[in-house]
């Protein structure tokens, strides 16, 4: 009797303790929305990875992932409160800190802006474009257009509006057009036109690409949530690169315009540019930002009057929650 009343003792006790890990489990499941930059794509593959994997659950988040699009102005809602997390880009946060909004970048997805420019297949170069009319989308005249005039001597009367319809570089074989590799590059490889890529990092174009953008009030009010979000993003990258299926269900739920076809071909171009294993990370880690790269970005938009001089770019970033994160690749 005596040894079966110590069993239910510690039957008792055990039961208490799961139940007591149970409900601190259960506490910490801190809620988080996430603000896409656009509908879902395999370019969102690592956060959504970690969503369908439960990397953010074992960090006690219930992420929800909301998607943005383009009508969807990621900073207003992020400052609004709307949102914990952004996907960002350096130059709208920087720009946003010189109208003196509270943004912060703690982390990135790739080492690299995923921008660049398609060309038939006779041009050889960025660097050759002088005699070639140059689609480029409103976004692009405030960003990476003014790095180019500059770079390679490029005018402005070279310059038309694209619109999104890859029909006139089809038609055109002296025009070139402003393309992300997984888009405009897969659509007129599923045409049969024969193109190049050409990746404006590839020439010193500075910005990080898909960052992760959130409010100075929460670095400063809740590190710890910060540093979990971005640790698990992380680890989500690593795993997408390994595996995206699981990732890729949901994309498609979110955007059913999204096929397996353009997913794949995504992925592969992801793999082949390394924006998220190359650069700094190859060393660093995924996610890794660096100061030395910020100055870089603030260098370029001051140079081509994007940016003003006076602006403290430091308060656009902080290094605290990757620099020693460590997610190899």
Do not use: C
């Not at 005018?155 to 402003?178: E, G, R």
Request: glycine content about 8%.
């Amino acid at each position: 009797m005596s040894k079966r009343n110590s069993l239910i003792r510690i039957a008792v006790i055990l039961f208490g303790i799961l139940s007591m890990q149970a409900a601190l489990t259960a506490r910490a499941q801190d809620k988080v929305t996430l603000l896409s930059n656009w509908y879902a794509q395999a370019e969102h593959g690592g956060f959504y990875q970690a969503l369908a994997k439960g990397i953010y659950k074992k960090y006690g988040l219930d992420v929800t992932i909301k998607m943005g699009g383009p009508q969807v102005n990621n900073m207003q809602i992020l400052v609004a409160g709307q949102a914990d997390f952004s996907m960002g880009y350096d130059f709208a946060v920087l720009k946003g800190v010189e109208q003196g909004l509270p943004l912060v970048t703690v982390g990135t997805s790739f080492q690299s802006d995923l921008q660049g420019m398609m060309t038939h297949a006779d041009v050889t170069s960025l660097a050759v474009l002088k005699n070639k009319i140059i689609l480029v989308a409103g976004s692009g005249q405030s960003s990476w257009w003014p790095w180019l005039k500059a770079k390679y001597g490029y005018t402005d009367a070279q310059s038309k509006a694209y619109t999104f319809n890859l029909q006139p570089f089809f038609a055109d074989p002296n025009i070139v057009q402003q393309a992300y590799p997984s888009s405009e590059l897969y659509q007129a490889e599923k045409a049969g036109t024969k193109a190049k890529f050409f990746l404006f990092a590839q020439d010193g174009y500075p910005p990080y690409g898909t960052t992760i953008v959130t409010l100075q009030k929460t670095v400063a009010g809740k590190p710890d949530l910060v540093k979990r979000f971005v640790k698990a993003t992380a680890e989500g990258w690593k795993s997408y690169l390994d595996d995206p299926a699981p990732a890729n269900v949901l994309i498609k739920q979110d955007n059913k315009e999204m096929s397996d076809e353009q997913l794949a071909y995504a992925v592969k171009k992801m793999k082949e540019l390394q924006v998220v294993t190359g650069g700094d990370a190859a060393k660093q880690g995924i996610g890794i930002m660096t100061d030395e790269r910020w100055k870089t970005t603030y260098d370029t938009m001051v140079a081509t009057g994007l940016l003003k001089a006076d602006v403290d770019y430091h308060k656009a970033y902080t290094t605290q929650f990757v620099k020693d994160m460590h997610v190899m690749p």
